[in-house]
């Protein structure tokens, strides 16, 4: 089995599991309690939330521990909205958000708020001159993913951050899901003023998340209840969960170090590769994230090949995983290129560490074979 | 283009005489411990200054460290070339672009030690100053009151470029002042008499008083959390915890309501007085306030001090409490103190304490009872933790498996 969908999900460390099963079964205390086992529980939840702040260089008092991406997207955009709404109404993100930012948005303007949707230009990025000029007197919050879910372009987090820090009453979001591990992102360079991460997109386990909130930013909680995690997220912690993640994030970037370089020539090679093949089209840009290739093969839709490269054994996905069930076309892709056939017909190659070249040849023989057959077919239907 | 070595100056030390050395090896000795794991980095030292030479290592993270060790007054980061203008413009704007806080306006400083160069003062502050004009934005030159004096010297091995300082944390080498013992209760105020202590050369070690059941063990563990802050300054903190809820139960028995917190700080002092003689320190240290608390008035002070002539530290006795809070946000022990666990402080404190308890009365009421025997046990059944910096476990180790 070749596993090319690390950015659907990534499999779990065995240590992870490991760290997991262990707290789960013998600290299984509430940390709320009083007694020795919430404390002991309470100590395991600070010193994984010490570890997370230390490899993200920010204070532990930043750190929250949400569900996973979804709900640390939901929580930064309304969370921030309903917080800041007294002062304005206007939210700018991007084209090519992952659905938890564009609809968590959505649902705002309901009560009355107006979103501005930057364009992304062939390569996948947003121009900071389009940020500038849609930044307004009422404009409360900034969405920008870091790295793409769908072609893994990498956004100028950086001069966003910068430029803001001009409008001190403007917020800064930024979806890290696919870059933490991948790509280095500082979020005290970049001004960061809330930082969504999930665990297991950097192999921790389902149901865990961050979301680093600023010192002195405020957001309103999407939970009520217990007031747990400064009363921005009630509900009790799930702290094998958040140990695995302090563990995984740890493996992930330690990983990043020692492994970029190979991430990066497998890309290289898939991305060349691909790119020199008859009927392909190549949606990531060259300079994107060293995980994701993403390609296009117009008049062939994205299901039968997919299913065509299962039956080798081979996974991936079509569009973004979360969106891969509704049958439609590629939002980044089309938002992109304004091509609809390329744009139906898009499949999505995601590394992680671990992965080998040797995979890598195979997967593009592989789909070297499928695509010339198929056409043969599809010619003859036509 | 690298910076080649750090510049430190001394701070108070330099205006000692005949025993400088020893403060400048305690503080050379603190260095290398700070320094120890930065491959390539050499410290030497004269009777003026100390240059930390990085030998390709980065000088961030080693001035990040520099700045918090005690005795150092400031920093400056200095880059090493060739005799070459142009070199020597390069490596300007290098220093110009990599100094840790942002500069708007600037001048030039050449000394020229070496008057064969063949440029004079004059023609170099020029040429440098103009390289830097025409490839940044917003840059000013202030000859007067400039973000940044680069100061370039010309010497005859080599060109040397300086000019940021950066503040040191001042105060006397670690260690220089002997040792001490700090009454850690963890709240907000001991963390910081701590803290001031050591910025005065203080060997510090803590003293925290445990009555389980009637403290919960987040109290210990809020009082370990707070010395592993505290160690980042030194590496390590020793902290004696002492079972004290035998005393304390006595005290509730035998000693009138409104006086049981008078002798109870009086038994304080007595035990953490035998733990101090133990660990031969010379001083304790706490973090009372003039007023603040009913314990910390002149006459209970007066009251509580008879117990011992060892000297009392007492850094915050003027200070305010808005004053303190602001040094223990800056140490980050405010949010540790501020959870709200029971201590021993808070348990036991009557609804009305005597604000101005009398000596006669307070010796008359412990004369009728024996407490040296109990004061023996707590002494002898102290625990002593050695806490590390950022320790959060104090015993189970096998925990640190799990990340």
Known sequence: MIYFDNSATTKPYPEVIESFMKVTSDYFGNPSSLHGLGVQSEKLLSAARKQIADLLKVKSSEIYFTSGGTEGNNLAIKGAAHAQGNRGKHIITTAIEHPSVEDACQSLTRMGYEITYLPVNEFGQIDVTDLKDALREDTILVSVMHVNNEVGSIQPIVEVGKLLKQYPNVLFHVDNVQGTGKVSLSLREANVDLCTISGHKVHGLKGTGILYVREGVRVDPLFHGGNQETKIRSGTENVAGIVALSKALRISMNNQLLYHDKLQQIKTYLYKGLKEMDGVLVNSPEEGAPHIVNFSVPGLKSEVLLHALESEGIYVSTTSACSSKKRTISKTVDAMFRHSARSESVIRISTTYGNEMEEAKQVLAAIQKIVANLEKIMRVAK | ?403
């Open chain 2, 1 to 403: 283009m690298k910076f080649d070595h750090i510049i430190i100056r001394y701070g108070e030390i330099s205006t000692k005489k005949r025993n400088r050395k020893g403060f400048v090896d305690k503080m050379k000795a603190h260095i290398r411990w700070s320094l120890k794991d930065i491959e390539g980095v050499v410290l030497t030292a004269n009777r003026e200054r100390m240059y930390v030479l990085l030998n390709g290592a980065d000088h961030v993270p080693v001035i990040d460290r520099l700045k918090g060790i005690f005795g150092i007054q400031s920093l400056s980061p200095a880059i090493k070339i060739e005799r070459d203008l142009e070199v020597m413009k390069t490596a300007a704007l290098y220093y110009l672009n990599h100094t840790l806080e942002e500069v708007n306006t600037f001048k030039i400083t050449t000394k020229r030690a070496d008057k064969d160069f063949p440029y004079n003062t004059d023609e170099i502050n020029r040429a440098i100053g103009g390289h830097l004009l025409r490839n940044t934005e917003d840059l000013k030159v202030d000859v007067k009151n400039p973000d940044l004096n680069l100061l370039v010297e010309v010497r005859r091995e080599a060109v040397y470029l300086t000019g940021e300082i950066i503040q040191g944390a001042g105060g006397l080498p670690f260690g220089s002042s002997g040792k001490a013992m700090l009454m850690l209760s963890g709240g907000i105020d001991s963390p910081v008499a701590g803290f001031l202590s050591m910025k005065r050369g203080l060997d510090v070690e803590a003293i925290h008083f445990y009555s389980p059941p009637f403290t919960s063990e987040r109290s210990r563990q809020k009082v370990i959390d707070l010395a592993g802050k505290l160690a980042e300054i030194n590496g390590s903190m020793k902290v004696h915890i002492v079972p004290f809820t035998e005393i304390q139960l006595l005290i509730q028995k035998q000693i009138p309501e409104n006086y049981s917190m008078t002798t109870t700080r009086r038994l304080m002092m007595r035990v953490a007085d035998r733990i101090r003689e133990k660990e031969e320190a010379m001083a304790l240290i706490t973090g009372e306030s003039l007023g603040q608390v009913a314990s910390q008035t002149m006459s209970s002070m007066f009251a509580i001090n008879e117990v011992t002539n060892t000297p009392i530290l007492r850094p915050l006795i003027t200070m305010d409490k808005t004053e303190i809070i602001k040094i223990a946000r800056e140490l980050d022990t405010f949010e540790i103190s501020n959870l709200p666990y029971e201590d021993c402080c808070t348990v036991f404190t009557p609804a009305s304490p005597k604000t101005k308890p009398k000596r006669e009365k307070v010796n008359y009421y412990e004369s009728f009872v024996d407490f040296e025997s109990l004061i023996e046990k707590a002494v002898s059944e102290t625990e002593i933790l050695t806490v590390k910096p950022g320790q959060t476990f104090d015993k189970e180790e096998a925990m640190e498996d799990l990340f």
